[in-house]
């Protein structure tokens, strides 16, 4: 059973279009909650990560928004550009840990 | 440069003809993982390393062994392959977590006839 689940799984949008993510946990002993941008043949890279003492975090155009009453949090894509397309994972573990769980991911489009 | 290699990329086989998927990272990396990717079930943890000798299950260790002898290597052995575990696998390395930066390798396709 998938310990985060992620949504949707496949969004499309226009040039300038804000693609929203969202992921949603049980195990309320996570404290790291990565997201991996993964392109066509290539292995996942780290975007952006946030631990749950923030409620939100920006890295250019990328911003995490994190709910810990609700065990959620989000990705949002400020701006989106054709070169953003890409499959985004949402990503999870506790402090320190060796294990990570992962979202299903979402495949974003961004069209031109 | 930096990098993870995994070798080979690309692998057909058939069931029960064993086979290992090679991984190996120059960045001096205590911790080391592999993943298996499918389409709906995003990526799953087979094994990870913490360091030389140590190595524990992920969620899906079944049908999988590692070793890990050197710091820079992690091999992943399938003894007896089968057709479910046609899978697209990565190797990753990070300083000591997961909770640090992971460096993921390109990624090797397995199908399994």
């Known amino acids: 059973q998938q310990q985060v689940k992620q949504s949707p799984q496949s969004l499309i949008v226009q040039k300038g279009g804000i693609p929203i993510i969202n992921c949603a946990y049980e195990n309320t002993a996570f404290d790291y909650f990565p997201w991996y941008q993964q392109f066509p043949g290539k292995g996942p890279a ?5 631990r749950p003492d923030v409620s939100e975090k920006k890295e250019g155009r990328f911003t995490i928004s994190f709910n810990k009453s609700a065990k959620q949090f989000s990705l949002h894509i400020m701006d989106s550009q054709p070169g953003d397309s890409a499959t985004y994972f949402c990503a999870a573990s506790m402090h320190r840990d060796y294990k990570l769980s992962f979202g299903a991911g979402t495949t974003v489009t961004v069209r031109a | 440069e930096a990098q993870v290699t995994q070798n080979p ?3 057909i086989t058939v069931t029960g003809k064993k086979l290992t998927v090679t991984c190996s990272q120059n960045m001096n990396h205590e911790y080391m993982s592999w993943y298996r990717q499918d389409p709906g079930l995003g990526l799953r943890q087979i094994y990870y390393s913490m360091n030389v000798e140590v ?9 999988y062994k590692v070793s890990r002898k050197e710091k820079r290597n992690f091999p992943l052995i399938l003894e007896s392959p089968s057709p479910n575990q046609t899978s697209l696998y990565f190797c990753a390395s990070s300083l000591r977590d997961v909770t640090d930066t992971q460096y993921f390798g390109p990624g090797t396709r397995l199908t399994v006839l």
């Open chain 1, 46 to 50: 780290l975007l952006i990560a946030i």
């Open chain 2, 9 to 11: 990329r690309y692998l």
């Open chain 2, 55 to 63: 190595t524990d299950k992920g969620d899906v260790p079944e049908g």
